[in-house]
């Protein structure tokens, strides 16, 4: 009987386990629309732009419960990953990681000292750019939107759908869009 349970269990879990991302080396979710990169944000910013696509930058650390619940819960909404495919050009960083990577000002730095220049404090966060960066900005400077956290379905569709729109450039507040989202729905 217990044997049958575990079993049963088993068998009940497989199902979910098949859409989850796989873990790196690094702990790190690895979904297949992550980009690997040398970090060099000056020639990711512009392969993202010959793509036709936004640069969106993930901050994450292994054991991150927030990061698998976005991995787990959040990206995989067809919704949700359609959006990341077909708009973004997403590059990882590790909070605690040792890989070099050069910001947009060409300051070169491991990824976990880059998160902190950029003041990085929370995992996931996503930093969003623009197609174009003013000369010596650093990526957190010249971001058009940050979202440390996780958030659900509702809030990160309608953000990566902000960014992708331009939401920001005419100085649409987030929040009243996501309202007015919200709104529509019901």
Not at 4 to 10: G, M, N, P, S
Not at 57 to 63: F, P
Not at 65 to 91: G, K, N, W
Not at 171 to 182: D, H, P, S
Request: hydrophobic residues 45%.
């Amino acid at each position: 009987m217990f044997l049958h349970k575990i079993a049963l269990a088993a068998a009940f879990c497989l199902p979910f386990a098949a859409f989850a991302d796989e873990l790196g080396d690094d702990g790190l979710h690895k979904p297949t629309w992550l980009r690997e990169t040398f970090k060099d944000l000056r020639e990711d910013l512009a392969e993202a732009n010959a793509e036709g696509k936004r640069l969106l930058i993930t901050v994450e650390q292994r054991g991150c419960i927030y990061c698998t619940q976005m991995h787990e819960e959040v990206y995989p909404d067809p919704e949700i990953d359609a959006l990341i495919r077909d708009s973004y050009f997403v590059v990882q960083l590790n909070l605690f990681g040792d890989v070099e990577v050069t910001d947009l000002d060409g300051t070169v730095l491991s990824e976990k000292d880059m998160a902190m220049r950029w003041g990085v404090m929370f995992t996931p966060t996503l930093i969003f750019l623009p197609e174009e960066v003013a000369e010596g900005q650093t990526a957190a400077q010249a971001a058009v939107a940050t979202m440390p956290g996780a958030f659900g379905k509702g809030t990160t569709r309608a953000l990566l759908t902000w960014v992708r729109d331009h939401g920001y450039a005419d100085g649409e507040n987030f929040q009243k869009y996501l309202a007015e989202q919200i709104n529509a729905q019901n």
